[in-house]
């Protein structure tokens, strides 16, 4: 169930929905915005109470707008699904998103990614990833105390919140739910979704063809049940006839078995 929440009663303040940015500066940037988002959507959906959100503004101070990020993808457990203009966190039970992604390109520059850093440290975010898709560099963060620390070894890494693995053995970066099942892009989905319609459609396809053989069997085995009941009726009237002609044989006086 999607809801709407209620806006911000704070008189005198405005919150804006949007920071003039751009969502991605390219397409790679954007796919793997999507591709996150999607999947870790997917992998909650049944989850009422985990927001997912991408390019969202969050505002973790009331009365102080100018205190704000806008995370390519982030996590608020403890928090119910729902259309949001912003995530504002006193509307918000307080509740920080717990887990935040960023994907760089070109133009991100280091102190913009040293002030996201601080950001999230100084308002409770506890797990921080950074994916560089040009470098193929991931970087992780986990909170251990009031500090954001770096995590030794990405590949192989699973999150502790979320539960999905990380895996920078091939040519990318690959992301696998807690099932196993790797991330998926929506195209990817369709065609898989394709795929299975295709293969039900010829097992369909060859349930029929079988009930078909099956029940010409069936008819095959009846049409022979009913020529050997006919040649068993004709015996048996060939037999009777033999019959009947021995005894009006043997009432001429004629022995018929000589």
């Known amino acids: 169930m999607v809801t709407q929440l209620p806006a911000s009663q704070t008189s005198g303040l405005l919150y804006p929905s ?7 500066d390219n397409t790679k940037q954007f796919r793997w915005i999507v591709v996150i988002q999607q999947n870790l959507e997917w992998l909650f959906a049944h989850q009422e109470t ?7 503004l969050w505002y973790p101070v009331e009365g102080d707008p100018k205190s704000r990020m806008a995370p390519d993808v982030m996590v608020a457990f403890g928090r119910p699904k729902g259309d949001r203009g912003s995530y504002q966190q006193w509307l918000e039970a307080s509740i920080p998103p717990q887990v935040v992604f960023e994907i760089l390109s070109p133009g991100n520059r280091v102190t913009k ?13 506890e797990e921080y990833y950074i994916y560089d898709p040009d470098d193929i560099e991931l ?13 030794n070894q990405m ?33 990817e989905i369709a065609q898989h979704a394709e795929q299975e319609r295709q293969r039900a459609e010829q097992e369909r396809q060859r349930t029929e063809q079988e009930r078909q053989r099956t029940e010409q069997e069936r008819q095959r085995a009846e049409q022979a049940e009913q020529l050997a009941s006919q040649e068993r009726d004709r015996a048996d009237q060939a037999e009777q006839r033999a019959a009947q002609l021995a005894s009006q044989l043997r009432a001429m006086g004629i022995n018929p078995d000589e």
């Open 18 to 24: 949007s920071d003039g940015q751009s969502m991605a």
């Open 139 to 151: 970087t992780g963060l986990t909170r251990s105390g009031e500090e954001l620390a770096v995590v």
């Open 155 to 187: 590949s192989g890494w699973v999150s502790p919140r979320l539960g999905i693995r990380f895996d920078l053995s091939g040519d990318e970066l690959q992301l696998y739910h807690p099932n196993g099942a790797p991330f998926l892009s929506y195209v």
């Open 113 to 125: 990614m040293l002030e996201k850093l601080r950001f999230y440290e100084r308002y409770g975010v």
């Open 50 to 56: 985990v927001f997912v959100a991408g390019d969202l």
